[in-house]
């Protein structure tokens, strides 16, 4: 299981240099995430009750980003512990008709029930899908 989700750039994303924020990254990741987590889980399910905490974010900047560019981040998992796993982020940009790589990146996000409010092993109904994005990668 892979996604890909469209990032609009926003003139409020551009610093002074003319591209795009080192900080904004971090968003794009989490909207990357977010489309990822959503086909994981599918509608129905209750976030307060089980959801993730963000452990650590990496990021390596590689081609800067710029306000015209047509912009995607393709959301893969590269690693499943036992309460954890690992998203990887590839920041593109089409140019040509071709994908040009801007920058990688890597949250470690940790598996957690809020009722208890205690760190669980990756929710059962979670780790297939997890295992097959690995396959994939």
């Known amino acids: 299981m892979h996604s890909k989700t469209k990032i609009e750039i926003r003139f409020s994303d551009i610093d002074m240099a003319g591209h795009v924020h080192n900080g904004k990254y971090l968003c794009f990741f989490e909207q990357g995430?977010?489309?990822f987590l959503s086909k994981l889980t599918g509608e129905n399910w209750n976030w307060r009750k089980k959801g993730l905490i963000l452990g650590r974010n990496e990021v390596d900047y590689l081609v800067p980003i710029y306000l015209k560019d047509e912009v995607y981040v393709?959301?893969?998992c590269d690693h499943v512990?036992?309460?954890?796993f690992t998203l990887a982020y590839q920041v593109v940009k089409i140019k040509d008709k071709k994908e040009i790589l801007c920058t990688k990146g890597r949250s470690i996000l940790i598996c957690m029930d809020y009722e208890i409010n205690d760190s669980v092993p990756i929710f059962e109904s979670w780790k297939s899908d997890l295992m097959e994005s690995i396959d994939q990668t």
Request: proline letters at 0%; zero cysteines; aromatic letters at 0%.
């Open 33 to 35: 995430r977010m489309d």
């Open 74 to 76: 393709k959301t893969s």
């Open 81 to 84: 512990g036992n309460k954890s």
